[in-house]
């Protein structure tokens, strides 16, 4: 009897042999735009979750030398990414279709991943924080424990917000890329213009230096403060970037996307203005001869222009904008995780600068934070849709094949769960718990990418030594606060 292929040993069908498709060659600004687009999503989603709500609560309570830890999160993160899309382009499948190729069985992964991604995105937290930036513009004032209900109402419209969204156009993937290159484009130009006009030359002195982990005033590096609280430097650790499923939630665009493989694979369409689309339930494999290692090469330049140029610079600047402006305007050592923590930057300045000022920022939060939430709740629904789809027959078979059908019947369930969440706690606190997830998945899912990266794929196509150690590196990284954080519990 034939032993089954590597791949195929824990119950999923073998890949099928295809060509590699050609890349694109884009040319000029416009070009680069359009050939890109999985790493301005995942950008999007950053921006909402560490940059725009957990550094800056950090960078106010403990100062600007933590910014170390942001940067070598972005740094591992990239490189994670990266090695995301290698197995995507190669296979055309998401990488937790990778993950559950792997012993035990497919099923056993299958439920690990779901729980962990519940887990993590599960909560509509930046719906929740972006409503206190709503609140915010209509009331002129911070939300206090009175007004939880008001709250709650304009986060449930923000979540059937997102839902509406994700109801319409052809490809979802390219309607999150349209709106995320808006995103990207209005509040990196709008955050500029701010630090420009408000933030004295000495504070960004001060941010740059930390990075190092460095202090000018102190004349002295500061690595960890006394006392830090380790379940907030978890999960600034984790959401500096997208933090575990956020970043995995990469494979399934690119798929979309149509980078490499993906383009023989198929995608998931919309409800409405989209039509029924074959969705390949399993990858593919591709002879490495000269001509198609020429295509690899054209593929993986358009993965280093998508992830080191947009999602890692974007990612930097994007942490050290906004804790400028919130360093500058909140005072030092205050903690600002309540239901305000989107509206405490806008309404420091507009006491200080005065309503438009204010104004413009609390309409930045509310912008930034919904697009999270939509990126995010979008990518749990898809991830959650590519398990389902690849380990079920059945649901294959059901109603024609249609992966609209199980996509929207997720979609539904998730809506209806986020909506009672909304109510189980803080935004701010779910946040929390959201990026600490995050943190164990990344811990965990480095070293099964370096698996199915190094097992699965042919030599030729495998990580260099230096990446194997990158993800072995950020895997022990994420680990050592999740073990902090636990540790502190008891």
Known sequence: MTEAPLEARSGLDPYREAELPLPPNPQGLRGWIAATGPGVILLGASIGSGEFLLGPAVMVKHGFTLLWIAGIAIVLQTLFNTELMRYTIATGEPVLTGFMRTKPRSSFWAWFYVVLGFLQL??????????GAIFFLFAKRLPVAADANMVYICGVATYLVCFSILLVGKRIERTLEVLNWILVA????????????????????????????????????????SGADWFLLGAFAAFSGA???????????????????????????????????????????FATTPDAMQRWQGWWRLVRADQYVVFFVGAMLGMLLPALLYVTFVPHGADIRGLGIAAALANAINDARGPIFGGAIALMAMWVLFKTQLDLFEGLVRQLTDIVWTGSKQVRNWRGGDVRLVYYGILIISVVWGLIALRMAQPIFLLQIAANMGGLTLAIAALHLLYINTKFLPPKLRPSMPRRIGLVLLSVFY???VVRWIGGMF
């Open 122 to 131: 599960g909560w509509p937290a930046w719906a929740g924080t972006a409503a």
């Open 186 to 225: 209005t509040i990196m130009t709008g955050l500029v213009v701010l630090v420009a006009l408000l933030v004295p030359p000495e504070t960004w002195a001060r941010g740059l230096a930390g990075y190092a982990g460095y202090d000018p005033s102190a004349g002295k590096f500061v690595f960890l403060p």
């Open 243 to 285: 933090g575990g499923f956020g970043n995995i939630a990469l494979s399934n665009w690119a798929r979309d996307k149509g980078y490499g493989m993906g383009k023989t694979a198929g995608f998931i369409p919309a409800a409405i203005g989209g039509e029924k689309v074959h969705l390949s339930h399993t990858g593919f494999k």
């Open 479 to 481: 680990g050592a606060f």
